[in-house]
């Protein structure tokens, strides 16, 4: 997928640089920044990370619509079970069953200042 500044194409399809000149700047920058979070999900972090030590209620901070998050969630091997709120809204109205696997991948996404939509994927090593 190509990348726009406005409607300049600056990055095509093969990820080769477009229409770039006097730019300057370091193009493998473009990752966000991974954050370990205890139980607060703040969807102004990209990329979250959470090793459970228990049972685990997780609260949600900066909720506007259109932001997005990963949380990387490890139950570990007892498995802990996570709680969320009723503003986490999942996929098909079904939450995980979090005893299935210790890894997830959680996908988020706001809805509107309130209302986060997730879908979670898990998996074992």
Known sequence: ????VGTTEVIDDSRVLQNITGANGIYNSF???FGSIASTIDMNKP???CIMNGNLTFTETNKSAGKTAVLLLDTRTVPYTPIFSNNIKWAEDLEPIWSDYR???IALVCWDSSTIRAAAVGFNN
């Open 1 to 4: 997928m190509a990348v726009l």
């Open 47 to 49: 990329i979250m990370n």
């Open 31 to 33: 990752h966000p920044n």
């Open 103 to 105: 890894f997830w991948n």
